[in-house]
C-alpha cells in the first residue's frame, strides 16, 4: 500500500523509508523483549517440574 503511493507521489519516498525503519525496529525490539522474557519463564517452568 505505502508502495503504491510512492508510485502516484514520488516525494513521498521519505515517508515509505521511515514506515519501513519503524516496522523493521519494531521486529527486532519485540524478538529481543520476547526473549527477555522467555529465558526467565523457561527457568521458572524447569524449577517448577523438579
Known sequence: ???DRLMKNPS??????SYSLTMISS???GTILAQLLFIPAAYYVAWFAK
Open 12 to 17: 513521498a519516498y521519505i515517508y515509505l523509508k
Open 1 to 3: 500500500m505505502l508502495a
Open 27 to 29: 521486529k527486532l525490539l
